[in-house]
C-alpha cells in the first residue's frame, strides 16, 4: 500500500511536471503564432500599399498607351517592376559559390525614383573600382597607350571613360546618363530600349544640324553591328548625346527611346579628348572586372591571332589564308565565305608582294558571350604590287574547337 501511494505520488509530480511543459510550450507557440500574425499583418499592409501604388501604375500606364506615348508608358512598366522586385527579395544561395576570375563592382550611386515615376541623378562620386594594377574591367581587353574607351554601366546609369596607360585600363571620368524607358537589351526598332554590347563612334553630329533635343551634339554608334544583325536585331540611330537647354537629365528628363544621354557640359567636355571615329564603347547592365592576368592573355592570343592572319595574307598562300575564317564568315560588303573565298583565289593570282601593317588596334571582349566572341577594331594598311589601300575594319572573331576564326567584318 505505501509503494502504491508512493507510485500515485509520483506519478502526480511527474504529470505535474509534463503539465507545465504543455503549458511552457503553448505558450511559446502562442507566441510565435501571434509574432507571425504580426509580421503577416505588416507583410499584407506592404502588399496593400503594393497593389495600390501598382494599381496606379496600370492606371498611368493605359493612360499613356491610349495618348500614344509609348516612352513613358515603358517607364511605368520599369518603376512598377522595380517596386515588386523589391518586395519580392530571393533568398541567399549559400551553395552559389563566386566566379573565380572575375567580381561584380556595385555601383557608385544608384538613381532616386520618385513617386511620380521620374528618376533624380545625383552627383556621381569617384567610384570605387578596383585597382587597375590587380583588376581590368571585362569588356576592354587591349587598346593602344593613351587611348581612352567608355563602358556605359545601365544598372547604375553611369558613364564611365577608361585610359589604356602601361597595360592598363585606369577610369579617368564617370558622368552621369540616362538610357532607354524599356529597361531591356534593344532588339527591335521603336523598343525603347538600350543596346547591350560592343560598339564604336562612327561620327559627331554638331548640335547646330540636329533637333533642339539633341542639346550641344551626338555621337553616332554603329548599332546595328554584325553581332545585332545576326540575332536579329534591328532599329537604328543608337548616340550619345546632349539635351535640350534649360532642361536637366535625370529630372526634366528622365530617359531617352533608347540613346545614351548625358549634360551638355558633359558632351562638351568629352568632346575634348574623345576621337569622334573609332572611339569604343561597352554598354553592360552590370559592370564586372576580371583579374588583369586573365586580361593580358586574352591580349597575348588575340594579337597572335591576328598576326599570323597577316602573314599569311603576306605570303599569298591563300589557302592558309583563308584557314583563319570561318564557313559562316561574312564581310562588310555581305559577302559570303565561298565569294570571299574566290574574290581572294583571283586577287592573288595578280600579286607579286602584298605588304599588310596593323595599327590603332583595339580588343574587346562582348561579356554576354562568356569570353567566346571577341571584337577586335585595326586600321589595315594594304600595299601590293598593283594596289595600295587604308581600310578601317572591325573584326568579330569566335573560339571554337579549332581555336579563334574571322565570321564577321566591318567598318567604321
Known amino acids: 500500500m505505501n509503494h502504491f501511494r508512493s507510485y500515485r505520488r509520483s506519478s502526480r509530480s511527474r504529470y505535474f511536471k509534463i503539465g507545465i511543459i504543455i503549458i511552457v510550450l503553448l505558450l511559446v507557440i502562442n507566441a510565435i503564432l501571434l509574432y507571425l500574425f504580426i509580421n503577416t499583418r505588416n507583410d499584407n499592409k506592404i502588399l496593400l500599399r503594393l497593389f495600390s501604388s501598382n494599381n496606379k501604375e496600370l492606371d498611368q500606364i493605359h493612360e499613356s498607351l491610349n495618348q500614344k506615348d509609348y516612352q513613358k ?4 512598366v520599369v518603376e512598377a517592376k522595380k517596386r515588386v522586385n523589391g518586395f519580392m527579395v530571393p533568398a541567399p544561395d549559400v551553395t552559389q559559390k563566386p566566379p573565380a576570375l572575375s567580381a561584380q563592382v556595385p555601383p557608385a550611386s544608384s538613381a532616386l525614383a520618385t513617386p511620380a515615376g521620374t528618376t533624380t541623378i545625383p552627383p556621381q562620386p569617384v567610384a570605387s573600382l578596383p585597382s587597375p594594377d590587380q583588376m581590368a574591367p571585362l569588356p576592354l581587353v587591349f587598346a593602344g597607350t ?3 574607351m567608355l563602358i556605359c554601366e545601365k544598372e547604375s546609369r553611369i558613364l564611365y571613360i577608361f585610359r589604356f596607360v602601361d597595360g592598363k585600363f585606369s577610369v579617368v571620368k564617370q558622368y552621369p546618363c540616362i538610357i532607354g524607358a524599356n529597361n531591356h537589351a534593344k532588339k527591335l526598332d521603336g523598343d525603347f530600349a538600350t543596346p547591350e554590347g560592343v560598339y564604336f563612334f562612327l561620327r559627331f553630329a554638331s548640335g ?4 533642339e533635343i539633341y542639346g550641344y551634339g551626338a555621337y553616332v554608334l554603329n548599332y546595328p553591328n554584325f553581332l545585332d544583325h545576326k540575332q536579329g536585331k534591328n532599329g537604328g540611330g543608337i548616340w550619345i548625346h546632349g539635351h535640350s537647354a534649360g532642361k536637366k537629365i535625370g529630372v526634366d528628363i528622365p530617359d531617352t527611346k533608347g540613346c545614351i544621354a548625358v549634360s551638355n557640359d558633359t558632351l562638351k567636355e568629352m568632346s575634348t579628348f574623345l576621337k569622334p571615329n573609332g572611339t569604343p564603347i ?4 552590370k559592370l564586372q572586372f576580371a583579374g588583369l ?5 586574352l591580349s597575348k592570343e588575340l594579337q597572335v591571332f591576328l598576326s599570323s592572319w597577316r602573314l599569311s595574307w603576306e605570303s599569298i598562300n591563300t589557302k592558309r589564308f583563308l584557314g583563319f575564317y570561318a564557313s559562316e564568315f561574312v564581310n562588310s560588303e555581305g559577302m559570303g565565305f565561298q565569294a570571299f573565298k574566290q574574290q581572294k583565289e583571283k586577287t592573288n593570282k595578280t600579286k607579286k608582294f602584298i605588304h599588310v601593317t596593323i595599327e590603332n588596334l583595339a580588343i574587346l571582349f562582348p561579356p554576354e558571350y562568356g569570353g567566346k566572341i571577341a571584337v577586335v577594331r585595326f586600321l589595315q594598311k594594304y600595299h601590293s604590287n598593283n594596289f595600295n589601300s587604308d581600310s578601317k575594319k572591325i573584326f568579330y572573331l569566335k573560339k571554337g574547337q579549332d581555336g579563334w576564326k574571322i565570321v564577321g567584318e566591318s567598318s567604321y
Open 208 to 211: 547646330n544640324g540636329l533637333p
Open 282 to 285: 561597352a554598354i553592360v547592365n
Open 146 to 148: 593613351g587611348e581612352y
Open 73 to 76: 508608358a515603358f517607364r511605368y
Open 293 to 297: 592576368a586573365t586580361q593580358r592573355t
